[in-house]
């Protein structure tokens, strides 16, 4: 079993150090990692592990049966041995990217049920880029404008966001009807790690986000299209602020 480190709140940590407890042929599980694994609409982080001898590029991470290996492409020496320490470096500007994005999403999401209606049905965040589908909704051009528009408006006020774990029946009660779908979290999971926009918006969600909403920038809604019968994809883009 590998310690998600990061959780619930030090998804800003890229340096760490940690132990080898097994090894594939292009893989490396360790006791703990800050890496993320792809979920959510996450994608994995990416970065390097370094130990006596060896030194590889982490070019994927992905959870296995509550493993997480971390796929690896040697630089130099042979996979580590088992018991091996290493150290890990994440991506720091990809990561933060990562985290301004993923918040990013939160605020859209909250502005969209808030003022539409509509939920969340899926999304996907890059570094550079991100997608939200929503349902039921059907935008035109003035609803993205309010929606940029209520999104900025919210990111300038610099709400704290909190990130922490709460029992299971504290979040059922207080996450609001449309804002997550708690149904496909197995009841086995709990407490529930959340993330609170302080009074703006509540989400149970295990990815990586920033502290404050000013680091997230601007977001602006570059694109939107239809993906099936009552159902909008909103596009979007950060700039600095």
Same mark, same amino acid.
């Given at each position: 079993?590998?310690?998600?480190?990061?959780?619930?709140?030090?998804?800003?940590?890229?340096?760490?150090?940690?132990?080898?407890?097994?090894?594939?042929?292009?893989?490396?599980?360790?006791?703990?990692?800050?890496?993320?694994?792809?979920?959510?609409?996450?994608?994995?982080?990416?970065?390097?592990?370094?130990?006596?001898?060896?030194?590889?590029?982490?070019?994927?991470?992905?959870?296995?049966?509550?493993?997480?290996?971390?796929?690896?492409?040697?630089?130099?020496?042979?996979?580590?041995?088992?018991?091996?320490?290493?150290?890990?470096?994440?991506?720091?500007?990809?990561?933060?990217?990562?985290?301004?994005?993923?918040?990013?999403?939160?605020?859209?999401?909250?502005?969209?049920?808030?003022?539409?209606?509509?939920?969340?049905?899926?999304?996907?965040?890059? @570094?550079?880029?991100?997608?939200?589908?929503?349902? @039921?909704?059907?935008?035109?051009?003035?609803?993205?404008?309010?929606?940029?528009?209520?999104?900025?408006?919210?990111?300038?006020?610099?709400?704290?966001?909190?990130?922490?774990?709460?029992?299971?029946?504290?979040?059922?009660?207080?996450?609001?009807?449309?804002?997550?779908?708690?149904?496909?979290? @197995?009841?086995?999971?709990?407490?529930?790690?959340?993330?609170?926009?302080?009074?703006?918006?509540?989400? @149970?969600?295990?990815?990586?986000?920033?502290?404050?909403?000013?680091?997230?920038?601007?977001?602006?809604?570059?694109?939107?299209?239809?993906?099936?019968?009552?159902?909008?994809?909103?596009?979007?883009?950060?700039?600095?602020?």
């Amino acid at each position: 079993m590998t310690d998600l480190r990061y959780l619930p709140d030090a998804d800003d940590v890229t340096t760490f150090t940690a132990t080898v407890t097994g090894t594939t042929q292009d893989s490396v599980i360790l006791d703990g990692t800050y890496f993320y694994p792809e979920g959510g609409g996450q994608p994995a982080d990416c970065g390097s592990l370094e130990w006596d001898g060896g030194s590889a590029e982490v070019t994927d991470v992905r959870k296995d049966h509550g493993e997480v290996r971390h796929e690896i492409d040697l630089r130099e020496g042979d996979l580590p041995a088992e018991g091996a320490t290493v150290e890990g470096r994440i991506d720091e500007t990809r990561r933060r990217q990562l985290r301004r994005m993923h918040t990013a999403q939160h605020v859209v999401s909250r502005v969209v049920l808030e003022e539409y209606g509509a939920r969340t049905a899926g999304n996907r965040i890059y @570094p550079d880029r991100s997608r939200i589908d929503f349902e @039921p909704a059907s935008f035109d051009d003035d609803d993205l404008a309010r929606i940029e528009r209520r999104s900025n408006e919210a990111i300038d006020r610099d709400l704290a966001v909190v990130k922490e774990n709460r029992p299971r029946a504290t979040v059922e009660a207080a996450v609001d009807e449309g804002r997550a779908l708690l149904d496909l979290i @197995p009841e086995s999971v709990d407490p529930l790690r959340v993330v609170e926009i302080e009074g703006f918006d509540l989400c @149970p969600c295990g990815g990586t986000h920033v502290s404050r909403l000013g680091e997230i920038g601007r977001v602006n809604v570059t694109d939107h299209a239809s993906k099936g019968e009552d159902v909008d994809r909103i596009e979007f883009e950060l700039a600095d602020a």
